[in-house]
C-alpha cells in the first residue's frame, strides 16, 4: 500500500482515510488522481476489516464512524463532509450565517445533531449534541463543556474524531467571518463571536449508534402513550416536579429543571418566579393537564405541586394497568415463541 501503513483495525482505517482525504481532497486543493488512488486502497483494506471486531482500548472516537456503511457509502459521505472551500464572505452577518450554518450542518452531518442559536446580535453558538462516536476521553470524565475554537487540536478532553469534527464546523463559520481588530484603535471589529462546545449544561452530550435493523435486531417492548400522560408531558416540557434542598420546601413536590456539570454533575434547580402573573400562566397550562399547582410567593416564589385532579389521577392509572398489561402480554409472547425456536 502507497498511502496507507500500519493499520491495525477499522477505526485506524477510518481515521487515516479522513486524514489523506484531508490532504489529497479536490476542493482543498489537492490532486484528483491521488484522491482516486486513496480510495482504491481504502475499499481494498475495507474489505479486509470490516469483519474483524477489534476496538482500540483507547476510543478515538471512529469505532463506530458511519457504522454499517460500505467501503463506496463511507468514501462518499467523507468526500461530502469535506466539500466546502475557501472564503465564503460576502457582507453577511451574524442573523443570515446562522441560517447557512444551519442548512450546511443538516447536508454534512445528517445523523448528527447540533444546537445553534445566535447570543445578541454578533455572537453564534454551537454545540454538538449527539453523535455516533465518543466525544471526550474517558480520562476527562466530561459530559459537556465548551471548546476553545482557536486550540482545539491541543485539547486533551477531547477524542481524535470529535477535534475533527469540531475544527471542519469552525473552519466552516469562520470562513464567514472577518477579524479586523486593532488593539491601538478598534479592538472588537469582527463580524461576530463564536462559542463552541459539546453537549450543554442542560443536555450532556449522548453517543447515538445507528439503529440496528435485520434478524439480529432485538425485540424491544413498545406501547402508545396514553393521553393524560401525554398531557403532563407537554405541559411540564423540560421542566419536572422534584424535590429541592432547602427547609421552608421539605418534603413539597417544587417546579424545576435538571442541570449537568461538565463531569456529569447532576442539579435539580427550582424555577423561581418574580411575577405572580408570570407564574400564573404556567399554573394555568399545569393545571389543564390535571396538575393541582399554587404560588409558594410573589417574590421569587416556585410553584408547588399539590396532587392531581381526580379524574387525571383515575386515567394516570388506568393508563399504567394498561402498559402493564400490554407488557404481560409481550413477554408471553416472545416466551412462547423463544420456546418453539429451541
Not at 474517558?138 to 477531547?158: F, R, W
Not at 404556567?282 to 410573589?298: H, N, P, S, V, Y
Amino acid at each position: 500500500m502507497t498511502y496507507f501503513q500500519d493499520i491495525r483495525s477499522l477505526a485506524d482505517l477510518k481515521k487515516e482515510y479522513r486524514r489523506l482525504a484531508m490532504l489529497h481532497h479536490p476542493d482543498k486543493g489537492g490532486d484528483i488522481a491521488v484522491m482516486q488512488q486513496v480510495n482504491i486502497e481504502f475499499e481494498k483494506l475495507f474489505d479486509i476489516w470490516k469483519d474483524k471486531s477489534s476496538i482500540p482500548s483507547d476510543s478515538t472516537g471512529y469505532e463506530y464512524d458511519c457504522q454499517g456503511a460500505t467501503a463506496r457509502e463511507y468514501t462518499e459521505y467523507v468526500y461530502n463532509e469535506y466539500r466546502w472551500k475557501g472564503r465564503n464572505y460576502k457582507g453577511q452577518h451574524a442573523p443570515e450565517i446562522v441560517g447557512l450554518v444551519r442548512t450546511w450542518l443538516k447536508e454534512t452531518y445528517p445523523k448528527y445533531r447540533f444546537s445553534v442559536r445566535r447570543s445578541g446580535y454578533s455572537s453564534i453558538n454551537i454545540r454538538l449534541m449527539t453523535a455516533d462516536f465518543e466525544a471526550f476521553t474517558k480520562e476527562s470524565g466530561k459530559v459537556q463543556g465548551d471548546i476553545n475554537h482557536y486550540h482545539i487540536a491541543s485539547d486533551m478532553s477531547l477524542t481524535d474524531r470529535a477535534k475533527e469534527v469540531m475544527t471542519n464546523v469552525r473552519d466552516f463559520v469562520m470562513s464567514y467571518n472577518f477579524d479586523d481588530s486593532d488593539p491601538m484603535t478598534d479592538y472588537f471589529c469582527t463580524n461576530f463571536y463564536l462559542t463552541l462546545g459539546v453537549g450543554n449544561y442542560k443536555q450532556p452530550y449522548k453517543v447515538e449508534l445507528p439503529e440496528l435493523t435485520g434478524k439480529d435486531s432485538p425485540e424491544v417492548f413498545t406501547h402508545p402513550e396514553g393521553p393524560a400522560h401525554k398531557a403532563l408531558r407537554q405541559a411540564l416540557g423540560k421542566a419536572r416536579f422534584g424535590f429541592i434542598e432547602s427547609r421552608r420546601h421539605t418534603g413539597e413536590m417544587i417546579l424545576g429543571e435538571d442541570f449537568y456539570g461538565s463531569q456529569g454533575e447532576h442539579y435539580f434547580w427550582p424555577k423561581e418566579y418574580s411575577s405572580a402573573k408570570t407564574a400564573q400562566k404556567r399554573i394555568d397550562k399545569l393545571e389543564a393537564a390535571g396538575m393541582r399547582c399554587e404560588l409558594t410567593g410573589c417574590n421569587r416564589g416556585y410553584i408547588r405541586l399539590l396532587g392531581y385532579a381526580p379524574e387525571t389521577e383515575k386515567c394516570l392509572e388506568q393508563e399504567r394497568q394498561e402498559v402493564a398489561i400490554a407488557h404481560k402480554a409481550w413477554q408471553s409472547k416472545k416466551q412462547y415463541t423463544n420456546d418453539h425456536l429451541i
